[in-house]
């Protein structure tokens, strides 16, 4: 019926010891928008690199047709060339060369190896316009934000001829304008004929912008929906992924809501690079025993900051403010006094900043309590090695032992490790930061199982989300962040997320 | 990923487990390799018990400084002014002792503590101003090396008390001599013994520790493996001791450097500083956002680097018997050599004390190997350049292929 510009026929990848994709069919038409969808360790990013010979011909079993030929192409160029482009979730730009230079990076305009600087920047001013980008050519990497660095890769793509264009996870760090903008950009695209392969998570945005939806479950095709014949709503693609219908994305709970425990009053701080600017303005809130709060807000409102500043000053500075555990006042000034006092922060970068990946799970477990496990100085193995067991049981982490390095976990997992070892310094507030990004559907039940358990025994947990059905499926209590401000606070009855953007868009006017 | 289901403790093959650990297996069959090597091709000169205690003189001062440049390497820094350091404590030590007549149970505490403020002199820009330790310690190599030409007006300084030169040149006396059943073999009865106990102590002590993996159900390596190793351990200390025993004994500074060897493992294995410096060098903002000083940690990662330095430095002027200028010089890279054939990563959080101290022993082996077969410096540098490549090397190979 339609033109296929792709086609995937039994493809098989094997990896030492695990097969990666097996068997599986993939069929893209021409002009359309193909989501590709699945939990992680599917076989979607594999099943891409195959198809951009990351994995060279030969490597994997199956067949390759593109634009009517059997291919094989033996490395990434070869893709390139026929138009088959690939946006890697990790951006591949060099944050202090200009867009310019990013965008021409070893492709460069030039004769005899002299670069031709004003055909350059023309170049690239009329593919930023297509884009929708109105930044100077000139512009370093660096002093944009992530959303535009994305549309600077889609610039760099379309530079190259584009005929196909994959994106793995592109809004994966986006907030919700520059995912908007992005999606609208590729619809515009689909317009002017040309096709797209969009790896998400995000299931909303799959269901705004795909024609057709493929799932994969276990390194095999489950099925591929056509969303057009019909309505394809987000507990069908569900279904597809995990196997099994879930009717509840988030476990029930009955909350047993108790007295305040941490209190943050008036709290300003300035911002950490741009030393006279005032980031955070009289930021005031609660949190009960027993009680999950929500942080709401877009990127770069405030609330990664808020939690930081909060902990041990990790973040800006002239912080000034009153923090109160249990009505008295405590010190946060350092990590270790924060800890003390109370807090545990799990970051929202839990590679960067929550594990150690070259450590083992039992390492990463005691590292913040390493006392507990230790008598003057000394550790104790057999102790540590308990508590290590007893979380990586609690938590049901996956793997081997508790020796095995936290890098090879999965998302979900290394997220468990980043969990007991705050669990393991019996903190009274737990902040949550994007507790669930980047995992998939089966661990974030699970995760907020965990929350769940910790509010029943009494802890109180903060928790930030960008996915606003996360915070109305598992909050208490929402406040909505603004601009450094904190503009709303939402009870669970009134909380949804036409109330959380009403606040956030009337607050937007205010100023 | 569809097999990882195997959670079951299913216990790893032979093969795997050598594959697993082929780098500590891989180092000591190294250092046995080159040591037979050159007992050979030297019509064996090297195992003679003059040379071998030479080989202990030559090359404590770079085992002992490897210690504490492992924990740097580890810490994801580096230390250049080492060799520096030795020249200036030799320096200084050389004023106190010959110029000011001070005893030696005064001066050697005052230079370690010396060269603990240099160490923090240089820990705290790398640690509190965050400056590079690479430039924050090449400009300490320069000002300490120029310092070392000051006090010394340029001019070599000696000789020195003879209870200053025990420290490099002292043996542990023979109390034991009445329990010696040869005594026209054996020279010194308690090196002899010391020897023994330690290989029937490392015995039962690994007997000891992998009972208790069992009853705790922690993984054991294969017993064949730990057999060998033992075994090769054993006959190879054996024969030092044994070798040691027919000449002058047991030097100070083997006992010296084996008590260090041993500190330093248990530091890097089994406290909380070591762990956390191992985690510090994995990942230093997780491990600050973990609610570790890593500042200060830093900071005293430096300090004790310059302790024991200066404690190297004290040892090689002993044994020379005089402070010169360029006493020390290239030492920093022998020292950061050894790490790194030892198995060190250079972006830090891994390494071990006892692969810094194999590393260092392959160094030492082959400096003086080379010499006795009267190889040049130069090829001796080219030979040990390439050596320290292949180690390397080896490492990312394996790294790749795993």
């Known amino acids: 019926m339609d033109n296929i510009i792709l086609e995937m026929r039994g493809i098989t990848k094997t990896f030492p010891?695990?097969?990666?994709?097996?068997?599986?069919?993939?069929?893209?038409?021409?002009?359309?928008?193909h989501a590709l969808v699945g939990e992680n360790g599917a076989g979607k990013s594999t099943l891409m690199k195959v198809l951009s010979g990351v994995y060279p011909a030969g490597t994997y079993e199956?067949?390759?047709?593109?634009?009517?030929?059997?291919?094989?192409?033996?490395?990434?160029?070869?893709?390139?060339?026929?138009?088959?482009?690939?946006?890697?979730?990790?951006?591949?730009l060099v944050p202090l060369l200009s867009i310019a230079e990013n965008i021409f990076l070893g492709n460069e305009i030039a004769s005899n190896g002299v670069i031709h600087w004003p055909q350059t920047f023309a170049r690239t001013q009329e593919l930023l316009k297509k884009v929708g980008l109105s930044e100077s050519p000139a512009t370093l990497i660096t002093d944009i934000g992530v959303g535009k660095q994305q549309l600077v890769e889609i610039a760099k793509a379309l530079s190259k001829k584009v005929r196909l264009l994959i994106l793995d996870e592109p809004t994966a760090?986006?907030?919700?304008?520059?995912?908007?903008?992005?999606?609208?950009?590729?619809?515009?695209?689909?317009?002017?004929?040309?096709?797209?392969?969009?790896?998400?998570?995000?299931?909303?945005?799959?269901?705004?912008?795909?024609?057709?939806?493929?799932?994969?479950?276990?390194?095999?095709?489950?099925?591929t929906l056509d969303c057009h014949s019909e309505d394809i709503g987000e507990d069908r693609i569900i279904k597809g992924m995990v196997g099994r219908a879930m009717e509840d994305r988030y476990p029930p709970r009955e909350p047993k809501i108790g007295e305040t425990l941490l209190e943050v009053k008036n709290w300003n701080v300035f911002h950490q690079q741009h030393r006279d600017r005032q980031f955070l303005h009289d930021v005031n809130f609660t949190v009960r025993a027993g009680e999950v709060v929500g942080i709401a807000g877009l990127m770069g409102a405030g609330r990664t900051e808020t939690a930081m500043s909060l902990f041990g000053k990790s973040w800006g500075h002239k912080i000034t403010g009153e923090v109160k555990m249990r009505g008295k006042p405590v010190d946060v000034s350092t990590i270790p006094r924060a800890i003390d006092a109370g807090l545990a922060y799990v970051t929202e970068d839990r590679k960067q900043l929550g594990l150690v990946l070259i450590n083992n799970i039992k390492e990463n477990t005691t590292l913040s309590n390493l006392k507990a496990v230790a008598s003057s100085g000394v550790i104790d193995d057999r102790k540590e090695a308990k508590v290590a067991s007893d979380y990586r049981s609690k938590l049901r982490i996956r793997s081997h032992s508790i020796y095995q390095e936290t890098v090879n976990l999965s998302g979900g997992n290394q997220q468990k490790v980043v969990l007991s070892k705050w669990l393991f310094t019996n903190p009274e507030v737990l902040i949550l930061d994007e507790p669930t990004r980047g995992i998939d559907i089966g661990a974030k039940y699970e995760i907020y199982t965990i929350i769940n358990q910790l509010a029943a025994e009494g802890k109180g947990i903060l928790m930030i989300s960008s996915e606003m059905p996360e915070l109305l499926g598992t909050c208490d209590r929402i406040y909505v962040m603004n601009e450094g401000r904190i503009v709303a606070e939402l009870s669970k009855a009134e909380a949804s997320q036409e109330s959380i953007m009403r606040a956030i868009m009337r607050s937007g006017e205010k100023h | 990923m569809v097999a990882d289901t195997s959670t079951q403790n299913n216990k790893p093959s032979i093969g795997d487990y050598l594959k697993n650990n082929i780098r500590e297996y891989g180092l000591l069959v190294a250092l046995v390799v080159i040591m037979l090597f050159f007992q050979f091709v030297t019509n064996g000169v090297l195992f003679k018990p003059v040379n071998i205690?030479?080989?202990?003189?030559?090359?404590?001062?770079?085992?002992?400084?490897?210690?504490?440049?492992?924990l740097i390497i580890v810490a994801g820094h580096i230390d250049l002014s080492v060799g520096s350091i030795v020249a200036f404590i030799g320096a200084i030590s050389a004023i106190m002792l010959v110029k000011w007549g001070l005893p030696a149970f005064v001066v050697i505490p005052a230079c370690l503590v010396v060269g603990g403020i240099m160490g923090a002199a240089?820990?705290?820009?790398?640690?509190?101003?965050?400056?590079?330790?690479?430039?924050?310690?090449?400009?300490?190599?320069?000002?300490?090396?120029?310092?070392?030409?000051?006090?010394?007006?340029?001019?070599?300084?000696?000789?020195?008390?003879?209870?200053?030169?025990?420290?490099?040149?002292?043996?542990?006396?023979?109390?034991?001599y009445?329990?010696?059943?040869?005594p026209e073999l054996i020279q010194n009865m308690v090196a002899l013994l010391a020897v023994v106990a330690l290989v029937g102590y490392a015995i039962y002590a690994g007997i000891r520790d992998r009972r208790i993996n069992e009853q705790h159900g922690t993984e054991n390596e294969p017993f064949i493996f730990f057999a060998i190793q033992m075994a090769v351990i054993a006959v190879v200390a054996l024969f030092i001791g044994f070798q040691l025993a027919t000449y002058r004994g047991l030097p100070n500074v083997l006992i010296a450097m084996a008590v260090l060897i041993a500190l330093y493992t248990f530091i890097t294995t089994r406290s909380t500083i070591g762990r956390r410096i191992y985690a510090m060098g994995g990942n230093v903002k997780a491990t600050k956002l973990s609610g570790i000083n890593t500042e200060r940690l830093t900071f005293y990662t430096f300090v004790n680097m310059g302790v024991l330095a200066a404690l190297a430095g004290m040892i090689i002027t002993a044994r020379l018997n005089s402070a010169t200028p360029k006493a020390g010089v290239g030492f920093e890279l022998d020292v950061i050599a050894a790490c790194f054939i030892g198995g060190a990563s250079a972006s830090g959080g891994v390494g071990k004390i006892i692969g810094a101290v194999i590393g260092a022993f392959i160094m030492g082996v082959m400096n003086n190997g080379m010499s006795i077969m009267g190889i040049g410096i130069d090829y001796q540098q080219l030979i040990k350049g390439l050596v320290l490549l292949a180690a390397v090397f080896f490492d990312v190979y394996n790294k790749n292929k795993g």
């Open chain 1, 62 to 92: 199956g067949e390759i047709h593109y634009g009517g030929e059997a291919r094989r192409f033996s490395t990434i160029s070869d893709s390139e060339d026929l138009g088959i482009i690939i946006i890697h979730q990790e951006l591949a």
């Open chain 1, 173 to 223: 760090s986006l907030n919700e304008t520059d995912s908007d903008a992005l999606l609208k950009l590729l619809m515009e695209f689909r317009t002017q004929g040309m096709t797209s392969i969009i790896i998400s998570h995000k299931l909303n945005e799959i269901r705004k912008v795909a024609d057709q939806i493929t799932i994969l479950r276990d390194g095999g095709t489950v099925e």
């Open chain 2, 53 to 70: 205690t030479n080989l202990v003189l030559q090359n404590s001062f770079i085992v002992i400084m490897a210690l504490g440049m492992l």
């Open chain 1, 17 to 33: 010891g695990v097969k990666a994709l097996d068997n599986v069919s993939f069929k893209v038409r021409e002009g359309e928008i």
């Open chain 2, 122 to 176: 240089q820990g705290y820009w790398v640690a509190y101003q965050k400056i590079p330790s690479f430039i924050v310690t090449l400009a300490g190599m320069l000002v300490f090396r120029g310092l070392t030409y000051v006090v010394l007006g340029g001019r070599p300084i000696g000789p020195f008390p003879k209870e200053f030169q025990l420290l490099s040149t002292g043996f542990v006396p023979d109390f034991l």
């Open chain 2, 178 to 182: 009445f329990l010696n059943p040869a």
